[in-house]
């Protein structure tokens, strides 16, 4: 069973900043494509961002449209760890972020769906205040 842990998650203002973390235990890490989700109350589960290495530089990443030009994934195969910079942190950014792992992905295809990921962190609190 493959585990993943978040951290990195907290309190900050409107207009600031967070760096989210996750490490996978998966041993071919760099194999799967992972991404970060989100959950406000009362909402569905909503995707934000995915990463795939595709072989040496080369990664693919996708974003929801509301975090692009805030919001950075990247990865670091060597530590087993993915990140989601976050930044101009709005208050509907306010949510539960969870990181996850698919077997999905490939050239000009990253997954979105939540059903398209096979594990899943226990997830992080997120809160802008304004």
Same mark, same amino acid.
């Given at each position: 069973?493959?585990?993943?842990a978040?951290?990195?998650?907290g309190l900050?203002? %409107? &207009? &600031?900043?967070?760096?989210? @973390?996750?490490?996978?235990?998966?041993?071919?890490? @760099?194999? +799967?494509t *992972?991404?970060?989700?989100?959950?406000?109350?009362?909402?569905?589960r909503? =995707?934000?961002? %995915?990463?795939?290495?595709?072989?040496?530089?080369?990664?693919?990443?996708?974003?929801?449209?509301? #975090?692009?030009?805030? =919001?950075?994934?990247s990865?670091?195969? %060597?530590k087993?760890? #993915?990140?989601?910079? *976050?930044g101009?942190?709005?208050?509907?950014?306010? %949510?539960?972020? +969870?990181?996850?792992?698919?077997?999905? &992905? &490939?050239?000009? +295809?990253?997954?979105?769906?939540?059903?398209? =990921?096979?594990?899943?962190?226990?997830?992080?609190?997120?809160? #802008?205040?304004?």
């Amino acid at each position: 069973q493959v585990q993943l842990a978040e951290s990195g998650g907290g309190l900050v203002q %409107a &207009g &600031g900043s967070l760096t989210l @973390s996750c490490v996978c235990s998966e041993r071919t890490f @760099s194999s +799967y494509t *992972m991404g970060w989700f989100r959950q406000a109350p009362g909402k569905e589960r909503e =995707f934000v961002a %995915a990463i795939r290495w595709s072989g040496g530089l080369i990664y693919s990443t996708d974003y929801t449209d509301s #975090v692009k030009g805030r =919001f950075t994934i990247s990865r670091d195969n %060597a530590k087993n760890t #993915v990140y989601l910079q *976050m930044g101009t942190l709005k208050p509907e950014d306010t %949510a539960v972020y +969870y990181c996850a792992s698919s077997r999905y &992905g &490939g050239s000009g +295809y990253l997954p979105r769906a939540p059903n398209d =990921f096979s594990s899943w962190g226990q997830g992080t609190q997120v809160t #802008v205040s304004s």
